[in-house]
């Protein structure tokens, strides 16, 4: 297999993208002779030229939000969108593409942002090479496969000055700044405790979660180019397994349960609590492989004391695993089985489901109490998560998952993969980037990639 280094990998994408024309965009120039291009000013009234890269799965979802907007181009490496019916009407006059570098090559000057939608690996080398072509960039969760991944994306959206938004949806929310207003005003006291759980991965595609590499090989769909589909990640035969949903217990292509919904689930939390990087995690899990994430795990993050703010322990919960039911929750009420959260104070108890869209403190006679002298609505409301973007694009506010936020929120929840592989409490160094006295982790922090 033909490997590179992500030095090597990043200086190519730079060349392709810092050669394209010039068009309306601004650049800098370094005393070095280098460039950074930014992106370029729309005029107030105008519509996003949109490039829109996966657009099948959740990328259908990414893909129809932009209805409102100019979308130019649709990329999917199922060469006929067969699954995607409704995106081709939608936008009839786009083109086509099952190549991303393709698409941002040939149409540059016509592309103002890129949403990405696609498999977990693939989000950096896509996300990265628009950001370096100066264009404004959606992202779904997580943010990349990789820590470092995160880190270099967060660095490059700052250096090209674009606008970013990962796809956390309800971080845009009501119920989670509703949240977030309750634990700063105090209304639970201090939290040392937080519990979060998902049903993932029993949900379709985790079928192979704990399992090996299949031996067979079987024949690839003729509607599907598998190679591109690959992208950077190993070379392998093509295989049913690994598509549709499964991909997410592949550690050569998904995060797991924790990458999947950790972005959903423990945003409140680390938002409300400014949980930074964690001072220990530790996993307990079922069978761990270097091939599929465990059917099962049990994750603490142990967080360090933050101003004023007391230690907090956050724990995870994922393949069926729950907290024990809290003592303020009355008899007849009952925790989400498929995913929710418990933010413990040691004056009351916040509980929501896996989005946080509903928060109610328990029992129910204390979310009275506060509802008849309610905290004050400290942060701005959201006119929507994808609209958010669209209007910063624009020069109309910011966004609120922006990769500053992003980029660090999703190195801690991977943090929790990198526990799981360790088999034992790791300590990170978020400067050095590396797990302290335990080397053997850099190839899992960062990776080396495959020329397609």
Known sequence: MNFITRRTFMKGVEASAAFGPLGFYDWDFRPDGGAVRRPRRIKPGKKLNVACIGVGGKGHQDTM???????????DVEENFSKVGTVLKAFPKAKRYTDYRKMLTEMDEQIDAVTVSTPDH????????????????????PLTHTIREARELTRMARKHGVVTQMGNQHHSSEGIRLACEWIKAGAIGDVREVHVWTNRPDYGWGVDAG?????????????????????????????????????????DYGTGAL??????????????????????????????????????????YRFPKRGSMPPVTLTWYDGGKLPARPAALEEGRRMSSGGGQLIVGDKGTIMADASCESPRLIPETKMRDLLKNPPAKTIPRSPGHYVEWIRACKGEGKTTSNFDYA????????LGNLAIRAGKRIAFDPEKMTVRGMPKLDKLIDKVYRKF
């Open 211 to 251: 399992g090996d590499r299949p031996a067979e090989t079987e024949p690839v769909p003729g509607t599907l180019d598998w190679d591109l589909w690959l992208g950077t990640a190993p070379k392998r035969p093509y295989n049913s397994a690994y598509l549709p949903k499964k991909w997410r217990s592949w550690w």
């Open 122 to 141: 693939t989000h950096f080398p896509a996300a990265r090479m628009a950001i370096e072509m100066g264009k404004h960039v959606y992202c779904q969760k």
């Open 259 to 300: 990458g999947d919904m950790g972005c959903h689930i423990m945003d409140a939390s680390y938002l409300a609590l400014d949980l930074g990087y964690p001072k220990w995690v530790e996993a307990e899990t079922s069978s761990v492989n270097n091939e599929t994430i465990p059917k099962w795990s049990i994750i603490k």
């Open 407 to 414: 980029g660090p929120f999703t190195e801690v929840v991977l």
């Open 65 to 75: 939000a932009m209805v409102g907007e100019n979308v130019v181009a649709l990329c």
